[in-house]
């Protein structure tokens, strides 16, 4: 049976569903996405764009694309973040925030040279992104 998880922007206008399991998860210390979460590291789920499904209000999603690597997607309504597409991976990052039910067991970081937020997990620190999405796969210290 395929687990499926429910989530929901913050004002409950926009609901999706993923379901069976992430291809990824993990922490991006990008700038951009520092700035887009308003937070120090953003917690994300990559899944193939299949698994993503909008069961409720697609009328209120918005996209903002400041680059073409990542289509931004948020209720209209509340402004929360829902999705991010990357069209040129394949994968549509889930915000963990946004699906409280999958259990989030993050595997490594992403863009960490640009950290703002040092984190001794003990999880791979990349200095970009894996060599198979385009990054150079090296690694830092923590």
């Not at 291809?23 to 698994?51: I, Q």
């Not at 073409?68 to 929360?80: I, N, P």
């Not at 999705?83 to 993050?106: E, K, R, W």
């Not at 040092?118 to 990054?135: H, M, S, T």
Request: proline fraction near 6%.
């Amino acid at each position: 049976m395929t687990e499926v998880h429910k989530g929901q922007c913050f004002c409950g206008a926009v609901a999706i569903e993923v379901s069976g399991t992430p291809e990824a998860m993990g922490y991006c210390h990008c700038a951009s996405c520092r700035s887009w979460s308003a937070g120090p590291v953003n917690a994300f789920t990559l899944w193939k764009p299949d698994a993503v499904t909008v069961t409720k209000g697609a009328k209120h999603l918005t996209t903002f694309e400041k680059t073409e690597s990542s289509q931004r997607q948020f209720c209209a309504l509340c402004g929360g973040h829902v999705m991010t597409g990357h069209q040129g991976f394949g994968l549509v990052d889930v915000y963990a925030a946004s699906i409280p039910t999958l259990t989030f067991a993050p595997a490594l970081h992403v863009n960490y040279a640009e950290t703002v937020l040092p984190i001794k997990d003990g999880l791979p620190k990349l200095c970009d992104f894996p060599a198979e999405l385009g990054g150079s796969g090296d690694t830092m210290d923590e």
